[in-house]
């Protein structure tokens, strides 16, 4: 604010007073559902969790494994060449702590997520995922993960196929 | 690249107005910003006839509810019967709408226009976090739960792994903003916090505490944008737009290494470039980077080159030494109107609010607020979509 300005508008009211009736309030809530069409790559990507398996998508040109796969190399663009399977584990690129749900509600049991290279995806592409059977304090940067698939029939061509990803046992190898 | 040679002509700020910032404010979108354009206008010293088209920047649809947004708020912001647009690009929009307007100038079609950026989280009851989510790739990253502040915390744990910062070290800019607030008549959240405050403020999203993070807010902000030859007839103290840059990395946010915004650094080096800024630590006076959360300060001031990649902070261990490096006498102001942390964060407005500041530590304007070093020369920036758009302004007097 300019010391030119000496009188700024603007009203405040608190929540209770909405809540109460106390200030005029309109209230409605839009009615839209959607059905996206999953499209050509991210088609075959879920139906492929569905299988249990993690595909992505070859561009030639620059070399690179995408996942999630796309038709197109947002980079060199043009069509990207081949489908390529990539392992269920990988490593941990960032993460983070969740105690809040999707409605900024407070959770009773944080959410671990992790961004997380695959094995088999060029260096930096990373898929967003949830960490389980791993305390909050446990997990870094670096940390090699490992999928858990939900059962079989349980499955339905959804990111969610995954449960989450636990920590590489100590022996036990990725791809 | 832009050819500075070939823009066509010289655009100035010839006035600046802005509505309180609140968590709730009972004016509708359309009166908010008709008050910081009316507000806009008159210190310009013009009318809404003086004045040629008019640029509207506001965020996500979903907050009001109302998915036509710039047509619902029209006849508030004056576009009532002239050229009008609106532009969008998520949280870079409050930047990104005067850049429009500059273009609008700068190409030669019009002398005078308005920019007005305006925000009405609080429509989205009880909290616009779930419109937020509505962001978010349907099939990918919906079904896992995401809220908004998880992206902040994934970029902020990354950005604090890669360089080795400390949550004290970034603490101490939310101390230094919600203080700089104090001096902001319009602030939502002006407070004197310690880091330890910070520290012990309620988790989020870890490593996002309560303190870390802006708020949800209403509210609107206006500039008024001249030709040289408009300007110099309007203003003995126009403050010239010398460079604006705006770049955008790829949606698919999971695929690059989140610890550095090197789309930021494009935009800056386009707005640089056009102002003919070869070293920007030296040149810039004054700078309000984005700080929707502490630790984006840093981000983007990097970004933004006033610092090398993971130093801003470097010889910052506490409060002191924010104030030392980056107060409003210390050796780079940054954010002395108080930023988003301090002032509030109704999104599109947010940005242009730091237009405003710019504009009015340049005149000499800002009263308690005003940095100590005589500045000539300073830069907006705001950041958004998914992670992934810089916009930058340079301006001088």
């Not at chain 1, 490992?146 to 920590?167: C, H, L, M, Q, S």
């Not at chain 2, 970034?170 to 004197?192: S, Y």
């Not at chain 2, 403050?239 to 840059?245: P, S």
């Amino acid at each position: 604010m300019s010391e030119r300005i000496k009188e700024y508008r603007g009203t405040y009211y608190g929540r209770k007073e909405l809540e109460e009736g106390l200030v005029p309030a309109f209230h409605d809530r839009p009615y839209a559902l959607y059905a996206w069409a999953t499209g050509v790559a991210m088609g075959r990507f879920l139906a492929e969790l569905k299988n249990g398996r993690i595909i992505g998508r070859r561009c030639r040109r620059c070399g690179r494994v995408l996942v999630p796969p796309r038709m197109f190399c947002e980079f060199c663009f043009r069509p990207t060449d081949e489908w390529a399977y990539v392992a269920d584990t990988g490593t941990v690129l960032t993460y983070s702590v969740s105690y809040l749900g999707p409605a900024a509600e407070r959770l009773k049991e944080p959410v671990v997520i992790a961004v997380i290279q695959l094995d088999g995806a060029s260096p930096g592409i990373g898929i967003l995922h949830k960490l389980g059977e791993v305390k909050p304090e446990e997990v870094h940067v670096g940390m090699r993960v490992k999928a858990v698939w939900k059962a079989p029939e349980e499955r339905e061509g959804a990111i969610t196929d995954i449960a989450y990803f636990r920590p590489l046992k100590e022996g036990e190898r990725g791809r | 690249m832009m050819d500075p040679g070939r823009v066509k002509r010289r655009v100035a700020v010839v006035g600046a107005g802005m509505t309180l910032f609140r968590r709730r404010l009972k004016e509708t979108g359309r009166e908010l910003s008709f008050y910081a354009a009316k507000m806009a206008l008159e210190q310009a010293g013009i009318t809404l006839r003086d004045v040629d088209a008019v640029v509207c920047g506001s965020a996500p649809d979903a907050f009001d509810g109302v998915h036509m947004k710039g047509e619902y708020l029209l006849d508030g912001m004056g576009g009532h019967c002239r050229p009008y647009m609106r532009v969008f690009v998520g949280g870079g929009t409050g930047v990104f709408t005067p850049i429009a307007a500059w273009w609008h100038v700068a190409s030669g079609h019009f002398d005078i226009v308005l920019a007005i950026a305006e925000e009405k989280m609080s429509s989205c009851h009880p909290h616009p976090q779930k419109a937020f989510t509505t962001i978010f790739d349907p099939m990918l990253t919906r079904p896992l739960g995401a809220n908004l502040v998880w992206i902040f915390a994934l970029e902020m744990m990354r950005y604090m792994s890669v360089h080795g910062v400390k949550k004290e070290q970034i603490a101490t800019i939310a101390v230094k903003n919600k203080r700089n607030a104090l001096d902001h008549p319009c602030a939502q959240l002006p407070a004197k916090i310690t880091v330890q405050d910070v520290l012990n403020s309620e988790v989020m999203v870890w490593p996002v505490q309560r303190l870390d993070i802006s708020p949800p807010s209403d509210g609107a902000a206006a500039v008024v944008l001249a030709s040289e030859h408009m300007a110099k007839q309007l203003t003995d103290d126009p403050v010239w737009i010398d460079g604006v840059g705006w770049c955008l990395d790829s949606t698919y946010w999971t695929n690059r290494d989140l610890y550095y915004p090197k789309y930021v650094e494009y935009a800056a080096r386009m707005a640089y470039r056009m102002a003919g800024i070869k070293d920007p630590p030296k040149e810039i006076d004054v700078a309000e980077p984005y700080d929707p959360f502490d630790y984006k300060e840093a981000h983007h001031a990097e970004g933004l080159m006033l610092a090398r990649k993971g130093e801003y902070l470097k010889d910052v261990k506490d409060e002191n030494d924010i104030f030392a490096k980056y107060g409003r006498d210390g050796d780079l102001p940054v954010c002395p109107s108080g930023g988003l942390l301090g002032v509030g964060n109704p999104i599109a407005a947010a940005g242009m609010m730091k237009v405003c500041e710019i504009f009015w530590q340049l005149r000499g304007e800002a009263g308690r607020r005003q940095v100590k070093n005589d500045p000539r020369t300073g830069v907006a920036q705001a950041w958004g979509d998914l992670m992934q758009i810089g916009t930058v302004i340079v301006m001088r007097r």
